[in-house]
């Protein structure tokens, strides 16, 4: 039986797609569930995986090819592989399959994928310690890069990580230019390409202003080292952080100042009466930006989490659509790549954002004396159209008290 292979249903925000990668070939065989192509939006990157064991018959969108929601993209043979290529993939699982030794599990075979199995080798992993999740028990690719994820072993897995980006990284060969030095020549992937326009598109077409101030982060710290060790045995190793306090902060900054937390439709101004804070994140792909959902009801431990999970799942090309679309208010951090002063550009349709910097110590006057004291310069870029210079300033003082009397985001005062 014949079977079509489809592209997902795209969301509205999201009006097509491009074939990134295919990982079968027409004629080549596929285990249930095992990946078959890559498809790039402009906001993350889904993956479309065999229906059956069977076999890809034909492709009919190649690589580069613009696709639009439940477009077919192959015909796929449900049934056996054809008995040469059963033979050779029976021939690659068992070759995948060679017993690994550790102290519990001494002589046992685990099943791989060849792509597991590859990167289990690059990587010099231990396959009996993979928690393994695809059929009969096999490891799959992705339970090898969760693996690899795993925070316990964070540290000493940071070469195989490495080796991971270095080997799923896009294969640009240098070429010599015209003068005989060494240059490559790379594709812009979509979503580049799209956060590209987005930033040119809110220069542009809002009145952005930048307004600056700085926050000693002094007390802040001095919270942090004294219940950072309680934080992580308190909420299952997750750490507290700096930016848990920045969220908590712009939340009831928010609830002060409403146009802040605003966005555009038309002619319209949407003023909202929750608080989404987009964190804006770096990949290898590009910036996106994942959203917090009902910050105010999120505790530090919640928001943690919740912010280390989605650096993970960027890095790993693992967002979905849903975890970035909306938001009403975004904070990027540029401080934790050393960036002492910058002025963010908007994330239409919001009307502001937050841009966090490096914290470092420089002589400050306080009641006469000089002190060196832990600063932090902070921006607000807003669109001048909806927010007075007033109301963005007070905003941005309030973020600043809030930080550097940490209790009274718990008093509300």
């Known amino acids: 039986m014949t079977i079509e292979i489809k592209a997902p249903t795209l969301p509205e925000s999201v009006p097509d797609g491009t074939i990134a990668t295919w990982y ?34 034909d492709i009919m969108k190649g690589e580069g090819d613009t696709i639009i929601s439940n477009e077919v993209l192959a015909i796929f043979a449900e049934g056996e592989a054809p008995a040469k290529q059963a033979a050779e993939k029976s021939a690659e699982f068992e070759q ?20 597991a199995r590859k990167l289990v080798e ?20 992705e339970d090898v890069i969760n693996f690899m994820n795993d925070a316990d072993s964070k540290s000493s ?17 240098p070429a010599a230019s015209s003068d005989g030095r060494a240059e490559k020549r790379v594709p812009m992937s979509r979503l580049r390409a799209k956060v590209a326009e987005r930033l040119l598109q809110a220069t542009q077409t809002t009145a952005m202003l930048t307004t600056f101030n700085e926050v000693n982060m002094s007390a802040v710290m001095d919270l942090r080292n004294k219940y950072k060790d309680a934080f992580e045995k308190q909420h299952d190793g997750t750490r507290l952080g ?24 038309g002619n319209d101004i949407v003023y909202h009466g929750y608080q989404d804070i987009g964190v804006a994140v770096s990949s290898d792909r590009g910036l ?22 989605f650096g993970l799942k960027a890095r790993d090309g693992k967002l979905s659509i849903d975890e970035m679309t909306g938001g009403t208010f975004t904070i990027s951090n540029g401080g934790v790549f050393g960036s002492l002063l910058s002025t963010p550009i908007l994330n239409p349709p919001q009307t502001a954002i937050l841009g966090l910097h490096k914290i470092q110590e420089r002589p400050m ?36 008290d809030l930080l550097e009397d940490p209790a009274r985001i718990f008093l509300d005062v």
Do not use: C, W
């Open 122 to 141: 690059e990587n010099g992993l231990d396959a009996n310690k993979i928690t393994s999740t695809g059929k009969d028990g096999r490891v799959t690719k």
């Open 24 to 57: 079968k070939k027409p004629g080549e065989s596929a285990a249930r569930d095992e990946l078959l192509v890559d498809i790039e939006t402009d906001k993350v990157v889904l993956e479309v995986v065999a229906p059956a064991d069977g076999v890809l018959q």
């Open 288 to 309: 996106v930006v994942p959203v917090l959902r009902d910050a105010d009801s999120l505790s530090f431990a919640d928001i943690e989490q919740a912010i280390r999970d």
């Open 242 to 265: 700096f930016m848990s306090f920045f969220v908590r902060a712009a939340v009831e900054a928010l609830k002060r100042f409403p146009a802040v937390n605003a966005s555009m439709d």
């Open 365 to 400: 006057a306080v009641n006469g004396e000089v002190k060196v004291l832990p600063m932090m310069y902070l921006a607000l870029s807003y669109d001048h159209r909806m927010i007075d210079g007033k109301e963005a300033v007070q905003f941005l003082v309030t973020i600043k």
């Open 96 to 115: 995948a399959a060679e017993p690994q030794q550790d102290d519990d599990k001494s002589g046992e075979a685990v099943l791989m994928s060849p792509a």
């Open 157 to 173: 897995e940071a070469a195989p990580q490495a080796a991971l980006a270095q080997a799923e990284a896009p294969a640009a060969m």
